[in-house]
């Protein structure tokens, strides 16, 4: 069956740059949404943003300036990009796939990566 | 941006019970666009209910949804050992998606 794994970094320094790439196995990444969520410790989901699988692109207003989603369909990967991050961007970050008519649930889950922003 | 509350924050029954839980939008959610996650401690989220009303795959028939508007509730309708866990709700409107606080249910 499909699964998604997300990996990356585990820590990164404030100001620097968050990279993480989330690999779908088990199916094609083609004609799909794939977002990216993410949960600071303790609390609730985020959604950060969705990539379709052309590349085109749909990021939360709140984290807008700093996101940059890509898809790279040779390899069945999803990339995260945050930019500038701070100690408040330190959460478990899921990627997820997307689901329905108009793609307006998420029906499978990566496990999550965890990713803490200290110096 | 539509902002989603959840009530109540923490729900304290024993197995068994019926659970009921609320999920208030800050303006009208199509049915279409509402669903239900359940979140156990180190997992991921994983859908239980899309279209306010339908179960995902495997979810078994004491979970239900309904509502339409800005009201939507989640009920288990007897609680397994299971289920105890967090809830999210979750809504799709104007290419955001945007997640309730949550609702613990906890044994009692």
């Known amino acids: 069956q499909v699964q998604l794994q997300e990996s990356g970094p585990g820590l990164v320094k404030p100001s620097e740059t968050l990279s993480l790439t989330c690999t779908v196995s088990?199916?094609?990444?083609?004609?799909?949404?794939w977002s990216w969520i993410r949960q600071p410790p303790g609390k609730g989901l985020e959604w950060i943003g969705y990539?379709?699988?052309?590349?085109?692109?749909s990021y939360n207003p709140s984290l807008k300036s700093r996101v940059t989603m890509s898809v790279d369909t040779s390899k069945n990967q999803l990339s995260l990009n945050l930019s500038s991050v701070t100690a408040a961007d330190t959460a478990m970050y899921y990627c997820a796939r997307h689901r329905g008519n108009l793609r307006e649930y998420f029906d499978l889950w990566g496990r999550g990566t965890l990713v803490t922003v200290s110096s | 941006e539509i902002v989603l509350t959840q009530s109540p924050g923490t729900l304290s029954l024993s197995p068994g019970e019926r659970a009921t839980l609320s999920c208030r939008a800050s303006q009208s959610v199509s049915s279409t666009n509402l669903a239900w996650y359940q979140q156990k401690p180190g997992q991921a989220p994983s859908l239980l209910i899309y279209?306010?009303?339908n179960r995902a795959t495997g979810i078994p028939d004491r979970f239900s949804g309904s509502g339409s508007g800005t009201d939507f509730t989640l009920t288990i309708s007897g609680l397994e050992p299971e289920d105890f866990a967090v809830y999210y709700c979750?809504?799709?409107?104007?290419?955001?998606?945007?997640f309730g606080p949550g609702t613990k249910v906890e044994i009692k």
């Open positions: 979750q809504q799709y409107g104007s290419s955001r998606f945007t």
């Open positions: 990539v379709f699988s052309s590349g085109r692109t």
């Open positions: 279209g306010a009303s």
């Open positions: 088990g199916g094609s990444i083609s004609s799909l949404y």
